[in-house]
Nanobody, 124 residues
Framework: QVQLVESGGGLVQAGGSLRLSCAAS????????MGWFRQAPGKEREFVAA????????VYADSVKGRFTISRDNAKNTVYLQMNSLKPEDTAVYYC?????????????????WGKGTLVTVSS
């Protein structure tokens, strides 16, 4: 089992920045690909970004490419999502995710583990 706890959400104006963090516990963090998904009100959950176990490979949704950066610190069992140039359409609950497969597989089929989510609200 892997337990994931997100933090860092909040209210920010359009054009601003936020950094989300996800602390992992349980099985060895460095064995897992990690990612972020989001769910906006009235919409389905969607993939945002993922990073390989080593941090050498990342993948992003087209909607956030160039604005968001995913990173991880295996020594701290933590994954981050730096969000810049935020837009009102980025408003959503952001979920941390962990997968024993690849980043592409996580994107296509979803992860094995979810956090409970943190709310990001971007005002116009």
């Amino acid at each position: 089992q892997v337990q994931l706890v997100e933090s860092g959400g909040g209210l920010v104006q359009a054009g601003g920045s936020l950094r989300l963090s996800c602390a992992a516990s349980g099985r060895t963090f460095s064995y897992y690909a990690m990612g972020w998904f989001r769910q906006a009100p009235g919409k389905e959950r969607e993939f945002v970004a993922a990073i390989s176990w080593s941090g050498s490979s990342t993948v992003y949704a087209d909607s956030v490419k160039g604005r968001f950066t995913i990173s991880r610190d295996n020594a701290k069992n933590t994954v981050y999502l730096q969000m810049n140039s935020l837009k009102p359409e980025d408003t959503a609950v952001y979920y941390c995710a962990a997968s024993s497969t690849t980043t592409q597989a996580m994107r296509a089929r979803g992860p094995g583990y979810w956090g409970k989510g943190t709310l990001v609200t971007v005002s116009s």
